[in-house]
C-alpha cells in the first residue's frame, strides 16, 4: 500500500457516470475527468517548509480537489493521485 509522506494523501478518483442526467451515452473520450475522489491514505503531518501542518483529512473521506494538483500514478493496476492536503477544497458530506 502507499504511504504518503508529511502532508500528502492518496487518493482514488471516483467514475464519473457514462451518461447524462437526459439519458445520453457519454464516449469515453469526450468525458471530463471528476474531481471527487476517496482518501486512501493519509500522511503524518508534521513541520512542512518550516510550518507546522495538521492532517485535516482522514481515510475514507469523500473530497474535492483542484483540477490540476498532484501526481497521477498507477499501483497494482489502480490509479491514484498523490496530493498535498491544501490542494483539497472540501470534504463532501452526505
Known sequence: MLKPLLDRVVLKPVESEETTK????????????????TVVAVGNGGLVDGKEVK???????????SKYAGT???YDDEEYIIVKQDEVLAIVES
Open 22 to 37: 437526459s439519458g445520453i451515452v457519454l464516449a469515453q473520450n469526450s468525458k471530463e475527468k471528476s474531481q471527487i475522489a
Open 55 to 65: 492532517m485535516e483529512l482522514a481515510v475514507g473521506d469523500r473530497v474535492v480537489y
Open 72 to 74: 497521477a500514478i498507477k
